[in-house]
Nanobody, 119 residues
Framework: QAHLVESGGGLVQAGGSLRLACTIS???????MAWYHQAPGKQRALVAV???????NYANSVKGRFIIFRDNAKSTVYLQMSSLKPEDTGVYYC??????????????WGQGTQVTVSS
């Protein structure tokens, strides 16, 4: 069973926009959620967080450019990305926050979605 399924990535020119979506298993859909970015050759980094009350926080690098929001009826968390920069390139993942999903005692991550921003 896939508990987290990310989608919406693609190739976009600098300055462009993308909307990522993360479909969550219904049992987790009310959890606080986060989007993470893993740039090529780097560790996964926190990008944005949304709690069950729709309060949000962002990494400084994306403030004013990215918006995280959720639709609990669809069990989906979104990341609206605007004014994209080449340094936004990488794989984007969603997960529960602050503690990431543990399934059968193991950390669980989805497959992620690739975002490539060309200059």
């Amino acid at each position: 069973q896939a508990h987290l399924v990310e989608s919406g990535g693609g190739l976009v020119q600098a300055g462009g926009s993308l909307r990522l979506a993360c479909t969550i298993s219904s049992e987790f859909k009310l959890n606080d959620m986060a989007w993470y970015h893993q740039a090529p050759g780097k560790q996964r980094a926190l990008v944005a967080v949304i709690n069950s009350g729709d309060n949000t926080n962002y990494a400084n690098s994306v403030k004013g450019r990215f918006i995280i929001f959720r639709d609990n009826a669809k069990s989906t968390v979104y990341l609206q990305m605007s004014s994209l920069k080449p340094e936004d390139t990488g794989v984007y993942y969603c997960n529960t926050w602050p503690s990431n999903l543990m399934i059968n005692g193991r950390p669980y991550w989805g497959q992620g979605t690739q975002v490539t921003v060309s200059s």
